[in-house]
């Protein structure tokens, strides 16, 4: 009879078993990253299984980085946060406390498994002839790229812009306000976020420039339309470095953060740094950088650090904060 009852509770503690082996996580991301996470999610699944025998299931939620930022801040319940820059990430601390302060030491490379650039996609043989950031001014010229308050994108875009015209004008910001207003003054639709851009450039067939992340330039090159769209590097651009964390509140509530963990170190694996690379994304390991330099060109990005910028708070304070540069010139 023990026995019997004793087969009886084991039966029973079998689906609780086997339920205590699933796990969900939600990966609130930027808007051009579904590709790649959806690659990193398979690997990573199939990685952890090995080592642990669970289940782990990614689902994923896309949109311009500052806008997702404020979902999670909102109550979007993201196990991690892979967002398009530091500055949303450091909003999750700032405005709720979702994150610690020191988020950014918690990973390599400033929690930035991989970096990125804006280049220029223009039509095929580049008929208005744009060479670099002064060429987007011209009249007649007229420019995709995504809304700077919403979209990472939007915000690397910006900043690749400014410090052209601070380097071109020596320092004058008078004049490199001029310049950005003349910018902005030539962007038809302000989409909220980087694929919608690219599906207002490509498919919509509006604007003679796209203002692109990297891995969309390569994209909307390589697989939308080889024969239709080529790319212009400008003599200079941006240091962008998409930044990653555990959303600390919501994996504790949820009970994921040692998987939640686990999946971003997974980005800085050989594994996750080759899918990286292969996706268009620049990786931090030098070996995987090596295989795949051919893939990127050279370009002068300057990093958000430098003394045109002054770090992410100076940049958010100036430019992007309600009331700032893009405010005052997008306005006018």
Do not use: C
């Not at 939007?154 to 306000?177: H, N, V």
């Not at 400008?234 to 994996?251: G, I, N, R």
């Amino acid at each position: 009879m023990l026995q019997r009852i004793s087969l009886l509770f084991a039966a029973a503690a079998l689906p609780l078993a086997a339920h205590a082996g699933s796990v969900t996580l939600l990966n609130v991301s930027y808007d051009p990253t579904r590709e790649l996470y959806r690659e990193v999610n398979q690997a990573f699944a199939a990685q952890w299984k090995a080592k642990t025998g669970d289940d782990v299931t990614i689902n994923q939620s896309h949109g311009g980085s500052s806008k997702q930022a404020r979902s999670i801040i909102d109550g979007l319940e993201a196990d991690v946060a892979t967002l398009g820059l530091a500055g949303d990430v450091d909003a999750l601390y700032d405005k709720a406390r979702l994150v610690p302060r020191d988020w950014i030491k918690r990973l390599p490379a400033n929690a930035t498994p991989y970096s990125s650039t804006v280049l220029f996609v223009v039509r095929k043989g580049n008929p208005k002839g744009i060479h670099d950031w002064g060429d987007l001014v011209k009249p007649g010229v007229t420019i995709a790229t995504p809304n700077p308050k919403t979209s990472g994108n939007g915000k690397w875009s910006y900043l690749a812009a400014w410090a052209w015209a601070i380097r071109e004008y020596k320092g004058d910001e008078a004049r490199a306000r001029e310049y950005i207003g003349k910018l902005y003054r030539n962007v038809p639709v302000l989409d909220t976020g980087a694929r919608g851009t690219t599906v207002t450039f490509s498919q919509r067939g509006i604007g003679d420039v796209h203002l692109a992340w990297e891995d969309e330039a390569l994209l909307e090159v390589n697989q939308l339309g080889p024969d239709k769209f080529q790319i212009v590097v400008p003599s200079v651009s941006v240091l962008a470095e998409p930044a990653v964390t555990v959303v600390d509140k919501y994996a504790d509530k949820h009970g994921t953060r040692k998987v939640a963990q686990a999946y971003l170190e997974f980005l800085y694996t050989d594994a996750g740094q080759d899918i990286i690379a292969r996706h268009g994304y620049r990786p931090r390991n030098p070996a995987v950088a090596a295989k795949y330099a051919s893939k990127f060109p050279k370009v002068d990005r300057v990093p958000v650090e430098d003394a045109i910028f002054g770090g992410w708070s100076a940049v958010t304070a100036k430019h992007f904060a309600d009331g700032g540069v893009f405010d005052q010139v997008f306005q006018k």
